[in-house]
């Protein structure tokens, strides 16, 4: 099975912030690699798809890079709505796999 | 608009037997990638199985021989049938439609998910 490591674990912003998150995969995985939005109480809301591109809806503030082993999600200036639980999940073989979450935090 | 409702859950004792339904509507199930994932309380996600359109099923090896997934045609409805039920499967479970690329004959991502149905396996 595909690991997926995602760090930190926890980062604190403020609003108007650039916040990085990072997810290695345990194998090279192409550019097969989602990320996801998840709230308190709620679903996981697709944000990422194909390590790239941009789920319909989903602000330009949000974006993604990276390929074979290394991803990165952005966001840039950081608002009072992104506060949240952001997961990375590979696409690339069954079966899927998550990382851990890192959780944005008010700082 | 697409919404999937998810239900069947509850409160079960160990080694008992579940069945989850997820009923969807504004999507045609037998023509999308349907799956089950689930969500331990606190904790992250774990991918549990994949209903093809073809009519191909995969599962995680933690459910494997357990857990089964099927769906209804007539009823537009999925399913997931939990069968000698641990405590270690205490969780959320979303029933979640994948998006396909055909070409590279990979599941790109989770686009819409259920509101999540609670499982909780305990004595």
């Known amino acids: 099975d595909i690991q997926m490591t995602q760090s930190p674990s926890s980062v604190s912003a403020s609003v108007g912030d650039r916040v990085t998150i990072t997810c290695r995969a345990s194998q090279d995985i192409s550019s097969w690699l989602a990320w996801y939005q998840q709230k308190p109480g709620k679903a996981p809301k697709l944000l990422i798809y194909a390590a790239s591109s941009l789920q319909s809806g989903v602000p330009s503030r949000f974006s993604g890079s990276g390929s074979g082993t290394d991803f990165t999600l952005t966001i840039t200036n950081l608002q009072p709505e992104d506060f949240a639980t952001y997961y990375c999940?590979?696409?690339?073989?069954?079966?899927?796999?998550f990382g851990g979450g890192t959780k944005v935090e008010l700082k | 608009e697409v919404q999937l409702v998810e239900t069947g859950g509850g409160l079960i004792q160990p080694g008992g037997s579940l069945r989850l339904s997820c009923a969807a509507s504004?999507?045609?199930?037998?023509?999308?990638?349907f799956n089950w994932i689930r969500q331990a309380p606190g904790k992250g996600l774990e991918w549990v199985s994949v209903?093809?359109?073809?009519?191909?099923?995969y599962y995680a090896d933690s459910v494997k021989g357990r857990f089964t997934i099927t769906r209804d045609n007539s009823k537009n409805t999925l399913y997931l049938q939990m069968n000698t039920l641990r405590a270690e499967d205490t969780a959320v479970y979303y029933c979640?439609?994948?998006?396909?690329?055909?070409?590279?004959?990979?599941?790109?991502?989770?686009?819409?998910w259920g509101q999540g149905i609670l499982v909780t396996v305990s004595s």
């Open positions: 999940q590979q696409a690339n073989s069954i079966p899927l796999t």
């Open positions: 979640v439609r994948a998006i396909r690329d055909d070409f590279n004959k990979v599941l790109l991502g989770f686009d819409y």
């Open positions: 504004g999507l045609i199930v037998s023509d999308n990638y």
């Open positions: 209903f093809y359109s073809g009519g191909n099923t």
